[in-house]
């Protein structure tokens, strides 16, 4: 271990299977084997890297847990019978024998069925990390340990562990029940914990297996997936699942996408649309180019996205953890003096009943609940919501996104689709409009802006020539400038206008007109000169509108900062219902608009889709990107929309708030739960009122505490969002 506490033996080129704590993610391991901090065994961290077949943990657990109970029911029917009416056995066989019996069935119990909690009870002492297992191991050595003696040597024991008749009694009953019930709770946590990736093994088992390469020589053949290449030409035949990302080159389809956008209705795909591995082709025949293979893949990001989110932890699990760690001290100090109280103030025989509860305490007292009360529920939040389209990058992305209070929104492709369409174009005087229109393609075909590329497509539409452009130059957040044919062009704002010294009062009122419309407006100058303008518009999503007015019932104060024009953006704000504009921004200026939001308290959430988001999503105190938007901005986010719409937003925040009053209903079950069971279990009840809980009871009581935590976890597997 080194300074920080961190594990992490797996080299940075590595990418074989990596195994992780549950408990302890920092633990990274290149083999399988136990935490070294707590002594659990380590889990694969990624699900595509899981063989077919049963966890090798849960199968253990579970054969261990049948030859325990079949050992145990007998132990407990020798030891409890005569208080339950059927004492008979007990007779039948005398109490020595029924001594050895309960030794010989009890033994295996602990030293077997139990050795995984004994074993890392011993790593959490020698590493000085205690858990609860460091009290399961006390409570129930303690119980057999004493039980041992009393059966091989009960002379040595003096009068005050003896009963009225001069008897010792042994408790293996106490002993083989507490081990029993810790193996069905931990199993019934490992079967939880499988049940949240249910959706990335879904996922997993939705990919297609294979793929139809087309060769050069037009024969077609089918290959492992893995084995194709970006560039390679697929056949998608009817009914088959997409191999990988790509792009339609041939045909005309619908294929089903709900598995990755959640959105029941199948989307037509025509040439040059985009394609999803593993979504799934409808009644016609697709022709696709390969685009982006194996961990490169959309299906490959949300898996790893989703695990790493299921990994990490919520800055309240700290809380959590600072509790758990002043917390089990305190219990071995709360036992051993309820064993000298007892041993003194106790009735005969005194010592014995010291030893009930001390066991008792510590067995009460294990914080199994609290240290689910988290995990279990990012775990099962971040499975929810990646069947919602909903990904998670982290815990911590989650518990802010609840207190978030101001929600900023880029304009393209986040309110809008993303996807302008050339609308006008307006010359100067002097000027013709295929000139200006040929001028202003031929140089935006270098940019990869969306504006850019409806300003190239519109002049093909319109059967406008466009030629090569030389020297291109893009100015962030105002245009781009180069040459074509031999002439000097610039396309851009007024900001690009201003800074080359020109004045555009010509084409102003054609400019404010198209912008009251919702409009991108671009001004083209040719050799330091104005040669007219071009007009864009991209179409409002049709969930906008709706989603914004739902965040807004949310709590959320919904900001527009855009590049584009002010009169172009306040026209779009006002037709979602924003009040809230700000305009003709660079990309520092919603990095410092958000930043000045920061210093006055406000929490603040980024939504966006461009490169020019990126940083913007960076300095937000919740960033989040459109899954449909550059995958810098996706990789700056700590929440990615897979559809792309607002109204993913809604459900994120749904499932924050889901998320973290889950939390806390989990911590506040187990830290009351202790509380409360600590005092009875060390016997305060008993001056008063005879109550004194046998270490049994309190076996149960703790893995009916831990199952209350795993079952209100699960409920956000069902929640609506």
Same mark, same amino acid.
């Given at each position: ?50 063989k077919e077949g049963p966890d090798p943990e849960l199968a253990d657990f579970t054969r261990r847990l049948r030859v325990g109970a079949v050992l145990t029911i007998p132990v407990l029917i ?155 030409r697929l056949r998608v035949r009817p009914g088959d699942k997409v191999p990988v990302d790509g792009r339609v080159v041939d045909g005309r389809s619908f294929v089903d996408e709900s598995m ?194 409806? /300003?190239? %497509?519109?002049?093909?539409?319109? !059967?406008? #020539? *466009? @030629?090569? &452009?030389? +020297? ?120 410092? /608009?958000? %930043?000045?939001?920061?210093?006055? !308290?406000? #929490? *603040? @959430?980024? &939504?966006? +889709? ?96 831990s199952i209350s935590v795993v079952v209100n976890s699960l409920r956000l597997r069902g929640l609506r969002v």
């Open positions: 271990m080194d300074a920080g506490g961190q594990h992490d033996t797996v080299p940075d080129d590595y990418t074989g299977a990596v195994y992780t704590c549950p408990m302890h993610p920092q633990v990274r391991q290149t083999r399988p084997g136990s935490c070294p901090i707590c002594g659990m065994g380590l889990e694969l961290a990624s699900a595509a890297m899981a020798l030891a409890m019978g005569p208080f339950l009416g059927f004492g008979a056995v007990r007779e039948a066989l005398g109490e020595r024998a029924a001594l050895w019996t309960e030794l010989i069935l009890g033994t295996p119990v602990v030293l077997w069925s139990g050795l995984p909690f004994l074993a890392r009870g011993w790593t959490s002492f020698r590493t000085m990390n205690l858990n609860m297992f460091s009290l399961i191991a006390m409570g129930v050595m303690a119980a057999w340990l004493y039980s041992v003696v009393a059966v091989l040597a009960p002379g040595i024991f003096p009068d005050g562990f003896r009963d009225a008749d001069g008897g010792v009694g042994v408790y293996f009953e106490a002993a083989a029940v507490i081990v029993t019930l810790v193996l069905l709770g931990q199993i019934m946590e490992l079967r939880a914990r499988q049940g949240t990736g249910k959706a990335i093994r879904a996922l997993l088992d939705m990919a297609a297996k294979t793929a139809r390469v087309i060769r050069e020589d037009g024969r077609e053949e089918e290959i492992p997936l893995d084995h194709v290449q970006p560039g390679d990755i956008t959640g959105e029941p209705i199948p989307a037509e795909k025509t040439p040059g649309d985009p394609l999803t591995g593993a979504t799934i082709n409808g009644t016609g025949s697709l022709i696709m180019e390969a685009a982006r293979v194996g961990a490169d893949t959309v299906l490959s990001q949300i898996i790893e996205m989703v695990e790493n989110a299921q990994r990490s932890r919520a800055p309240i699990q700290q809380y959590a953890d600072k509790v758990a760690g002043f917390f089990v001290p305190l219990v071995i100090l709360v036992s051993v003096g309820s064993f000298g109280a007892w041993s003194l103030l106790g009735p005969p025989p005194a010592l014995a009943y010291a030893l009930l509860a001390a066991v008792a305490v510590l067995i009460i007292a294990c914080p199994c609940a609290l240290g689910l009360a988290t995990p279990m529920s990012i775990m099962t939040a971040t499975g929810r919501g990646a069947q919602a389209g909903v990904l998670i990058e982290n815990a911590e992305a989650l518990e802010r996104f609840e207190k978030v209070d101001t929600l900023i929104v880029d304009k393209t492709g986040t309110l809008t689709k993303g996807e302008p369409q050339l609308v006008a174009v307006f010359p100067a005087t002097g000027h013709e409009e295929a000139t200006v229109l040929k001028l202003a393609a031929s140089l935006e075909k270098g940019s990869e802006h969306p504006l850019a590329e409806a /300003i190239v %497509r519109g002049a093909e539409e319109r !059967g406008v #020539r *466009v @030629a090569e &452009a030389a +020297d291109f130059e893009s100015v962030t957040g105002k245009g781009v400038s180069g040459t074509v044919e031999s002439r000097t062009v610039a396309v851009g704002n007024l900001k690009l206008v201003q800074d080359l010294g020109l004045e555009a009062e010509a084409l102003t009122e054609d400019a404010d007109r198209r912008r009251e419309e919702g409009e991108t407006v671009m001004f083209v100058i040719l050799d330091g000169e104005l040669a007219g303008l071009v007009s864009v518009a991209d179409p409002m999503k049709d969930s906008t509108p709706g989603a914004i007015k739902a965040l807004q019932r949310l709590g959320f104060r919904v900001i527009m900062a855009t590049g584009d024009n002010e009169r172009t953006a306040r026209a779009v704000a006002g037709r979602v219902g924003i009040d809230d504009v700000r305009a003709d921004l660079l990309p520092e200026d919603k990095v410092r /608009i958000i %930043r000045d939001l920061q210093t006055g !308290g406000r #929490r *603040v @959430a980024m &939504a966006g +889709d461009g490169v020019n988001d990126a940083p913007a999503l960076a300095q937000a105190d919740v960033g989040i990107a459109m899954g449909t938007g550059a995958d810098v901005a996706i990789q700056s986010a700590g929440i990615t929309l897979v559809k792309g719409n607002l109204d993913g937003i809604v459900r994120a925040r749904r499932l924050a708030r889901a998320t973290m009053r889950n939390i806390r209903q989990n911590l506040f079950f187990a830290l009351a739960y202790n509380a409360s069971g600590v005092p009875v279990a060390a016997g305060l009840l008993y001056p008063f009122f005879g109550i004194l809980i046998s270490p049994m009871f309190a076996a149960f009581a703790m893995t009916a505490s």
